[in-house]
């Protein structure tokens, strides 16, 4: 009954208003940039306040995940879709939350597939832009101008990690609704061991080029970001060991 309700927000015409909208923040955005980096420095150049406001920015991140999450099963559930399930995890000791949108796959309209998948970015960015709104309207140097900025920042985090298609987060399976590949990663593996081999692919022939490109970019990637976090922790250790060794 309560999707109902809101069948209004998948129609086209709400759909070229919210595109409208969404321009008009771009616009914004550019605009009043010098406004966007003074509501930085209030909010990061004071390290009295910083603490807090990296709880906030917390409690912002949470908030967010929690609307994106309700976007997918609620995108699902217009499509006719089941969502059997609705719960919490924990990410790098963070809390965040997961929606089971596997049924999305009975879905036989790839359209309806992407949409459920972008659903979530879409309302990611539907908050930064709102934050954005309320960061311009807000008195300079308030609270609410702090506020708003943390939940715009917020928003605009998390969509740049979740439209990455090189992690498991919804950018990867945005290309794979887009492309019809499902399980890519492993898919694109697999087609170059079938290469090395010499064996001739499985695959078809308009899909071996996006699996040609997306395994050694999916390799490098996580060479990277595991190269960082040794770099990280290495410097963190040699920061930090000699002064526990000294207190030792």
Known sequence: ESIDKLRWIWTRGFGFLLCFFLGQTVFLWLAYATDIVSAHQQVWGDFTTAPTNLLKLGFATMLTIFLHELGHAFTLKHFGGVVPEIGLLFMCFMPGMYTNTSDQYS????????????????????????????LLASPPQSLMQQNSYLL?????????????????????????????????????????????????????????????????????????????????????????????????
């Open 107 to 134: 879905l036989v309209k790839r359209k309806q597939r992407v949409l459920v998948v972008a659903a979530g970015v879409i309302v990611q960015i539907v908050i930064w832009a709102l934050g954005l709104w309320l």
């Open 152 to 248: 715009m920042s917020a928003a605009l985090v998390t969509v740049v990690l979740n439209l990455n298609p090189l992690n498991a987060f919804d950018g990867y399976y945005l290309l794979v609704a887009m492309t019809g590949i499902n399980n890519l990663r492993r898919r694109s593996l697999e087609f170059y061991f079938d290469l090395f081999r010499r064996q001739p692919s499985p695959e078809k022939t308009s899909d071996q080029a996006i699996l040609a490109i997306y395994a050694p970019l999916s390799i490098i990637y996580t060479v990277l970001v595991l190269g960082y976090m040794l770099w990280f922790m290495g410097n963190w250790i040699g920061e930090f060991l000699p002064v526990v060794l000294n207190w030792i």
